[in-house]
T-cell receptor, first 120, second 112 residues
Framework: GAVVSQHPSWVICKSGTSVKIECRSL??????MFWYRQFPKQSLMLMAT?????????EQGVEKDKFLINHASLTLSTLTVTSAHPEDSSFYIC????????????????FGPGTRLTVL | QKEVEQDPGPLSVPEGAIVSLNCTYS??????FMWYRQYSRKGPELLMY????GNKEDGRFTAQVDKSSKYISLFIRDSQPSDSATYLC????FGAGNMLTFGGGTRLMVKP
């Protein structure tokens, strides 16, 4: 249980285009989803937190107009990188937090496999 | 000073060795402690979680929490080359709104 998927796993796009990344919780309802960014050999950097049906909360320094987050349902959140530039090239990882009747404590985050974005 | 400190490594050990990975933290409000394993170009995978102080064992993995010292450890017995990955500690306080705070990760290499 507690599987999170991301799509696509790898995307290459031209500078100036927009890219949408989907994050889905496959077997549980995710009340909260998180979007992280990770540069090579560095740890996770939290970009934003989204609760289903609410506007996302962005971390300091993250441009909300550039990284659009939608969390329309308890199983789906999307991150859209608008007008992508080469400096946006990175590994984007989502995680989902839900409530489980047994197993890990509530609020444990489960991560998706990540999406590698390359902007040419 | 970061809230959670973790030696980045890399830590290189021979196959079969016992590995000790550690994190220290400064926030006494942290109650839940987790270890994630991340292979290159993959998302982190939850390995272990513990609540408050004590030990927890799962197969070759043992997690220890010493809240009095603000120190947590992950031990890997009989390490295998497939254990080569980056290990991230993470922790949070009690309550639904508390966010996970991650360590920077330790890169482990197990050589055959």
């Amino acid at each position: 249980g507690a599987v999170v998927s991301q799509h696509p796993s790898w995307v290459i796009c031209k500078s100036g285009t927009s890219v949408k990344i989907e994050c889905r919780s496959l077997d549980f309802q995710a009340t909260t989803m998180f979007w992280y960014r990770q540069f090579p050999k560095q740890s996770l950097m939290l970009m934003a937190t989204s609760n289903e049906g609410s506007k996302a909360t962005y971390e300091q320094g993250v441009e909300k107009d550039k990284f659009l987050i939608n969390h329309a349902s308890l199983t789906l959140s999307t991150l859209t990188v608008t007008s992508a530039h080469p400096e946006d090239s990175s590994f984007y990882i989502c995680s989902a937090r839900g409530f489980f009747s047994r197993g890990p404590p509530t609020d444990t985050q489960y991560f998706g496999p990540g999406t590698r974005l390359t902007v040419l | 000073q970061k809230e959670v400190e973790q030696d980045p490594g890399p830590l290189s050990v021979p196959e079969g060795a016992i590995v000790s990975l550690n994190c220290t933290y400064s926030n006494s409000a942290f109650q839940y402690f987790m270890w994630y394993r991340q292979y290159s170009r993959k998302g982190p995978e939850l390995l272990m979680y513990t609540y408050s102080s004590g030990n927890k064992e799962d197969g070759r993995f043992t997690a220890q929490v010493d809240k009095s010292s603000k120190y947590i450890s992950l031990f890997i017995r009989d390490s295998q080359p497939s254990d080569s990955a980056t290990y991230l500690c993470a922790m949070r306080g009690f309550g639904a709104g508390n966010m996970l705070t991650f360590g920077g990760g330790t890169r482990l290499m197990v050589k055959p």
